[in-house]
């Protein structure tokens, strides 16, 4: 079993920045994409970043330019930096983990609990 843990969610202002963190664990051998996906009240979950295990990233439009995603400094961690934040930032941002090898034969994706950011206008 594989766990994804959070943190760094929480009340920030409009401008301001923020580092969300996520640290997976268990039952791992390999990670082919750690990221971070957000889902805003009656809105569908969108993508934020993606990071692979071969150093490429892919971020949503709604944030291009304003968040890097890079890898945390524990093995299986990932970090978001997100600045010039905006109201519409608001969300539960959730840590994805895809194409987890955690087995011999076996690959699943996993997702952590979320995480809230709001961002105060």
């Known amino acids: 079993q594989v766990q994804l843990v959070e943190s760094g969610g929480g009340l920030v202002q409009a401008g301001g920045s923020l580092r969300l963190s996520c640290a997976a664990s268990?039952?791992?051998?390999?990670?082919?994409?750690m990221g971070w996906y957000r889902q805003a009240p009656g809105k569908l979950r969108e993508l934020v970043a993606t990071?692979?295990?071969?150093?490429?990233?892919n971020y949503g439009d709604s944030v291009k330019g304003r968040c890097t995603i890079s890898r945390g400094n524990a093995k299986n961690t990932v970090d978001l930096h997100m600045n010039s934040l905006k109201p519409e930032d608001t969300a539960v941002y959730y840590c994805?983990?895809?194409?987890?090898?955690?087995?011999?034969?076996?690959?699943?994706?996993?997702w952590g609990q979320g995480t809230q950011v709001t961002v105060s206008s």
């Open positions: 268990g039952s791992i051998v390999s990670i082919d994409v």
């Open positions: 994805n983990a895809e194409r987890v090898r955690d087995g011999v034969l076996s690959w699943n994706d996993y």
């Open positions: 990071l692979t295990s071969g150093a490429s990233t």
